[in-house]
């Protein structure tokens, strides 16, 4: 028997906004608990919430960056329930009337393409956090969260098998860091994504039973859960039982799904319209602005790259791949007109230690200024290549600043001609046999008086100065 | 030389006369409270700060419109640094870091806010018997109800404690009382006076207003309380005038709407003698009565008691026992928590509300209820925006009767519902309405409900302020007429 498997996705993205989606609260991650806590974030009795302009704002860059449809009038509702870390028993959301609805993103998977459809995307306010492991045998909780605005994503359910899925969020999470709508940061919650997974027998028309899985935070996490729970839900069917509709906890521990509630003990969310908010309206002049100053997106700035700027294909997707790296590449273009030497240092040496330390770009020490800086350097001559890798690699493990360790270093390199000449001098005196051999034919023997000289200067001889001086001194 | 049932307008003369100190006037108002204690209007007095407030008055006089008014206030507002209990055991021990723009509003007038004023529990109930700091006393007689929810305020002022009280009105909770203890109340427009602060029991619904003993006070008094405040976002932004302008303007051609469909028959003979004796009144004024239909009129009360309970189900989740408020001692695990916590904590009455509310909101039952009763009510305002397009004003009985008996409806949760049959609509449509006394029935006041126009409080200010200049129930007191 063969299976299919039917996944949607419920993204949870944290929309950058310096306060919180309906109080003058602070969103900054990492402070201590319960300080970024103002009088509607903890729920108090009477006050009042007031909706955050610039989280619809990042929600319509959002909506138009995948051609999506923007409602301009659009509504808050309550979802009631009880929980410590939701100070007013509800959670106001955008069920009736989102902000975003119908809109589309490319994903791309080893070898294929493939479009997934975003049934919506609508703004809700965070909770905050419970704590279970700091006070024995008691929950602490921590408001600083409470009303962050999130952008729940919802896809349809077209997203086909595991690896599909993954590509999915990064393709999502690509689009909302170049929106620069959200941070991307996983291991700070900034990303969290529910999965409803369900099989059916290949060719049937009429889905499965889903599983909701929940909360998970990492690429690998997702592939694994869901690969899970496939295996999970095919084994039960095989067996002759049937699939239970329910809300499912990944462990990433014990890499294993288990069950958290079921339909039964699901909630009743009693939605209804939120009566302290009026439905809030997007005007055509604000549409407009925010559609004047969408920023550029990864396949625009790849064809800019090649038909522009003339970079291969190759380098050009690597490079507008990630925001980071195509905001160093922008940067450095900044200092010089050699986009190819750019571009190489990005798809080759900068790629290969990311290779090897098996991160993300934006997880290096590398900032796009330093970046741009050790290209500047490398472009007006002050080191060479060689030099170049090396202080690369200094700046890789500790972060420092590139002109301070080349300065520190001494690594400057050899223009003067006279003292290069003094060098080559000395080189070819001391070196008499080879001076014959090479002058009765020995071509490959020139290459062994650059090294010499080389090493002479530690490497900071400028390697053109060298190659026409020698080729003067061995006429 | 007394304050007692002695307005806002003679308190601010007698002060500016020098007839009486600040600390003076304070001083009496917390010796009356004191003398009418088995009142039991107030739920948490504010001595000490009111009395130093007075003295720094004395002897830095100001030209403050309310300054040095002695004002109550509902315990639904958030006052800061002062106990705010909203009438339930839940809220016993709060104190708000923070005051509601009302409160604010008036305290920045220069007022005095004397003390925190007893109200049915979260404003759920129309007889003060719901409130967890017992019920409050009408001073008409100790053994009838001064109606609710704002109960405690019209009790207060009815026994000239305070020349004045704020109040405020979800389904008739101004006008039912003022009715009852024989004030004048008045509900302004949905959005014109701020919710922050305001501890909410129905959002779309809940509106705050003053309770005087004249219309022309509650003019005073709106022109302080109102505001546009940009931290409740259903406030309006619309010019807020001199609620005092038109107070004497001529009624003369003016229409005052009579509603056909309202059954008078149902009422004491004696409500509608009264009541068709005030419309006479103003006709001989000049005033034209018109015969208008509100023919979905009949569905406010089933509307309202969907629409409140649904609001206020969610809007009292969140006192739940974790972050303030009472907690119970002796809960075992989360679930326990809340279950003890809220079942301690709120009354029988707040409970029935919840549980309507969450039945009317429940998936399977939404469209049924909560999505027809907004239908409702999206046809009872339009009734309304109909007739006011021939009208004025529209005239009915504020109650069905005068103050009734402590514990005579007590088992009934529809008959007390029934009490706020004239005064739902006004609520439902966004609409100011108010209440003045307009006659005594064996010596229990009464009042007559006048409705106006969106954003026309100035409208029915000057019908109320024309009335009280030509008739003098306004004067009468549980002690008898006042000169």
Redesign the interface.
């Given at each position: 028997m063969s299976w299919e498997t039917v996944i949607g996705l419920e993204i949870h993205v944290q929309l950058s906004t310096k306060s919180k989606l309906f109080s003058g609260g602070s969103t900054e991650f990492g402070a201590e608990s319960n300080t970024h806590v103002d009088?509607i974030d903890?729920?108090?009795?009477?006050?009042?919430?007031?909706?955050n302009k610039e989280a619809f704002y990042k929600a319509i860059r959002f909506g138009l960056a995948t051609g999506a449809n923007i409602n301009q009038t659009s509504s808050f509702d309550?979802k009631?329930y009880?929980y410590?870390d939701l100070?007013?028993?509800?959670q106001i959301t955008q069920m009736a009337q989102p902000i975003v609805e119908k809109g589309s993103i490319k994903i791309a998977v080893d070898d294929y393409e493939k479009e997934i459809n975003i049934t919506r995307a609508h703004l809700e306010e965070d909770a905050g956090k419970s704590i279970h492991d700091m006070f024995e045998g008691e929950?602490g909780?921590d408001l600083n969260r409470a009303g962050t605005p999130l952008l729940e994503i919802v896809s349809e359910p077209e997203i086909s098998s595991a690896k599909e899925a993954v590509a999915y969020f990064k393709a999502i999470r690509q689009l909302v860091t170049f929106l620069d709508i959200c941070d991307g940061n996983m291991a700070q919650g900034s990303m969290r994504c529910d999965v409803n997974v369900s099989i059916k027998k290949s060719g049937d028309k009429e889905l499965g039973t889903r599983a909701e899985l929940k909360n998970i935070n990492s690429f690998k996490f997702i592939e694994k859960a869901i690969n899970f729970e496939i295996d999970r839900q095919i084994k039960l069917i095989e067996n002759g039982e049937s699939i239970v509709q329910e809300t499912r906890l990944y462990d990433s521990e014990k890499n294993e799904t288990r069950s958290m509630r079921s339909k039964e003990e699901a909630n009743?969310y009693?939605?209804?319209p939120c009566?302290?908010?009026?439905p809030v309206i997007i005007s055509d002049k604000e549409l407009k602005e925010i559609k004047e100053n969408l920023p550029e997106l990864p396949e625009e700035k790849e064809i800019r790259y090649i038909n522009e700027i003339g970079l291969d294909e190759s380098e050009a997707k690597i490079i507008s791949s990630s925001k980071t790296m195509a905001n160093m590449f922008e940067e450095a273009s900044s200092k010089t007109d050699d986009a190819k030497l750019i571009a190489k240092w990005l798809v080759g040496d900068i790629s290969a230690l990311l290779n090897k330390d098996n991160i993300d770009i934006d997880e290096s020490n590398l900032s796009a200024e330093n970046f741009g800086k050790l290209i500047e350097r490398i472009s007006d001559g002050t080191i060479s290549g060689k030099i170049a890798k090396s202080v690369l690699e200094e700046v890789w493990e500790t972060a420092s600043d590139v002109d301070e360790i080349i300065q520190s270093k001494g690594l400057v390199q050899i223009q003067d001609e006279s003292i290069l000449e003094d060098i080559a001098k000395k080189v070819i005196e001391s070196n008499p046999d080879q001076v014959s051999a090479y002058k009765a034919g020995k071509d490959k023997l020139f290459g062994f008086f650059v090294g010499q000289i080389m090493k002479e200067t530690q490497g900071k001889a400028n390697p053109k100065a060298v190659n026409e001086i020698l080729k003067d001194l061995l006429k | 030389m007394t304050i007692k049932y002695k307005s806002i307008k003679e308190i601010k003369n007698m002060i500016s006369n020098k007839e009486i100190s600040n600390k003076e006037v304070i001083q009496e108002v917390f010796s009356l409270i004191n003398e009418f204690q088995d009142l039991n209007a107030f739920i948490t007095l504010n001595e000490e700060n009111s009395i130093k407030k007075a003295e720094e008055l004395d002897n830095n006089p100001s030209d403050l419109p309310l300054a040095g008014i002695p004002i109550a206030q509902k315990d639904l507002f958030c006052t800061k640094g002062l106990r705010t209990t909203c009438g339930s055991n839940i809220l016993n021990n709060f104190i708000p870091p923070y005051s509601a723009t009302v409160i604010e509003n008036l305290e920045n007038a220069g007022c005095i806010s004397v003390g925190k004023t007893n109200m049915d529990e979260f404003a759920m109930g129309s007889s003060n018997e719901t409130s967890f700091f017992g019920n409050v006393k009408n001073p008409w007689g100790k053994n009838l109800v001064p109606g609710g929810s704002s109960g405690g305020a019209a009790s207060a002022v009815a026994a000239g404690l305070v020349p004045a009280a704020t109040g405020t009105d979800t389904g008739g909770s101004i006008r039912q009382p003022a009715s009852l203890c024989g004030i004048t109340g008045i509900k302004p427009t949905y959005g014109r006076v701020s919710r922050w602060g305001m501890i909410a029991f129905a959002s779309s619904l809940d509106q705050a207003g003053p309770m005087a003993r004249t219309a022309e006070d509650c003019a005073f008094m709106l022109n302080e309380m109102c505001s546009h405040d940009e931290k409740d976002t259903t406030s309006l932004d619309n010019e807020i005038p001199d609620f005092q302008e038109n107070l004497n303007s001529s009624l003369k051609g003016r229409k005052i709407g009579i509603v056909k469909d309202l059954d008078l028959s149902s009422l004491n003979d004696d409500v509608v003698e009264i009541y068709q004796n005030s419309l006479k009144e103003f006709e001989s004024m000049g005033a034209e009565l018109v015969d208008i239909s509100l023919p979905h009129l009949s569905l406010s009360v089933p509307a309202y008691y969907v629409v409140a309970p649904a609001e206020c189900s969610s809007n009292l989740s969140r006192f739940d026992g974790v972050k303030f408020g009472m907690r119970s001692e002796d809960a075992k695990d989360l679930e326990e928590l809340y279950v003890k916590t809220r079942s301690e904590g709120f009354g029988d009455e707040v409970k029935r509300r919840i549980l309507i509310g969450s039945y009317v909101l429940s998936a399977g039952y939404y469209d049924a209820y909560y999505k027809k009763a907004q239908q409702v009510r999206r046809l009872i305002k339009n009734d309304f925006e109909n007739v006011f397009k021939n009208i004025d004003v529209i005239m009915t009985p504020t109650t069905r009767g005068p103050a009734f008996k402590i514990g005579s409806k007590g088992d009934d949760p529809i008959q007390m519902y029934l009490e706020d049959l004239f005064t739902i609509s006004a609520n439902l449509a966004g609409l100011p309405a108010m209440s003045l006394p307009n006659g005594n029935i064996e010596n229990k006041p009464i009042g007559l409900q006048i409705i106006g126009n969106f954003l026309d409080e100035n409208t029915i200010l000057n019908f109320a302020h024309m009335f009280q200049n030509e008739t003098n129930w306004h004067m009468y007191t549980p002690e008898g007429i006042i000169q």
């Open positions: 009088l903890m729920g108090l009795p009477g006050v009042l919430p007031v909706a309550r009631n009880f410590p100070p007013k028993g509800y929950t909780v009743d009693r939605y209804f009566p302290d908010l009026l | -």
